[in-house]
């Protein structure tokens, strides 16, 4: 079993910078990939970021890729998303979440444990 909780969210002017991150419990988050989608309102929520257990391989959307860095830090049982040049169009709820799988996969069938989000908001 994971837990996850998110932070880092709020209001930023477009072109600005957020720094999410997401902590982890249990021991054994090193196992884990972890990626993070996004809830607009109205959509579904969609992928963002994904890394693998060891931080070795990422993944990300074509419309964060170049503007969002996806991290982890094991020791501390964290994952972060370091978003910068922000639109209003990423404007969503942004969720963390926990995989059996040690990639880094776009598939949120695939995820099993999920945080309750915090809200970014960009304006323009």
């Known amino acids: 079993q994971v837990q996850l909780v998110e932070s880092g969210g709020g209001l930023v002017q477009a072109g600005g910078s957020l720094r999410l991150s997401c902590a982890a419990s249990g021991r054994t988050f090193g196992g884990y990939g972890m990626g993070w989608f996004r809830q607009a309102p109205g959509k579904e929520r969609e992928f963002v970021a994904a890394?693998?257990?060891?931080?070795?391989?990422?993944t990300y959307a074509d419309s964060v890729k170049g503007r969002f860095t996806i991290s982890r830090d094991n020791a501390k049982n964290t994952v972060y998303l370091q978003m910068s040049s922000l639109k209003p169009e990423d404007t969503a709820v942004y969720y963390c979440?926990?995989?059996?799988?040690?990639?880094?996969?776009?598939?949120?069938?695939?995820?099993?444990?999920w945080g309750q989000g915090t809200q970014v908001s960009v304006s323009s």
């Open positions: 979440a926990a995989t059996y799988y040690s990639g880094s996969p776009r598939i949120r069938g695939l995820y099993n444990y």
């Open positions: 890394i693998s257990s060891s931080g070795s391989t990422t």
